[in-house]
């Protein structure tokens, strides 16, 4: 019988082992990076799905509300593919607020001038961002009816408003846009009344 017992590792053995290792740690840090890397696309995706519903909501609500302004200008502003600009009291204090939707690149936000004491909307807008990852580059998201619901640019026949918002967190990779849609009659613009 041999003894081994002042034999030690060959270099081309430790580089073997080194090798080993190295590829072990390499697999298994990549897992765990892909790993936290789907979490977190899941959780931003998960988040963006929750604050488009939202912000569907509040838009819905606000401008279902919309009436003559303070001045007594017609209730709708300006009706786009990507903005919408119209008078509401959305705050409930008995002012009607000039609101601006648009969206801006990935992001859908909000303007609100308050009437102020002279009641001109010349008071200091307020910028909110109601929603990331809006995907709406070539989609329309306002889309305008009357009251036989036909489509109309003319603003004195809108009386329903299809909202149509894409959200996609990564455009690039799956799952493709998610869609949420809702038709806004505006109740204080109604013919049938």
Do not use: C, H, W
């Not at 919408?84 to 690149?105: A, K, N, T």
């Amino acid at each position: 019988m041999k003894n081994f017992s002042g034999r030690g590792y060959t270099l081309v053995e430790v580089m073997v082992a080194m090798a080993i290792l190295l590829l072990i740690f390499f697999i298994v840090g990549d897992f765990i990076y892909n790993g936290f890397r789907s979490f977190r696309y899941g959780s931003e995706f998960d988040e963006a799905v929750v604050n488009a519903r939202r912000a569907m909501e509040i838009m819905s609500k606000e401008i279902r509300g919309a009436n003559i302004s303070d001045r007594g200008d017609y209730p709708i502003v300006s009706a786009g593919e990507q903005s919408l600009v119209f008078y509401s009291d959305i705050d409930f204090d008995g002012d009607f607020d000039q609101v601006r939707y648009y969206i801006s690149g990935r992001t859908l936000y909000k303007v609100v001038i308050q009437p102020g004491t002279a009641r001109d909307y010349s008071e200091t807008p307020a910028t909110t961002t109601i929603a990331l990852f809006v995907n709406n580059e070539d989609q329309e998201a306002f889309q305008y009816y009357d009251g036989t619901v036909a489509q109309t640019s003319d603003l004195d026949s809108i009386r329903l408003i299809r909202m149509r918002l894409l959200f996609n967190v990564n455009p690039g990779i799956s799952p493709d846009d998610i869609v949420i849609e809702t038709d806004v009659s505006l109740r204080n613009l109604k013919s049938n009344l």
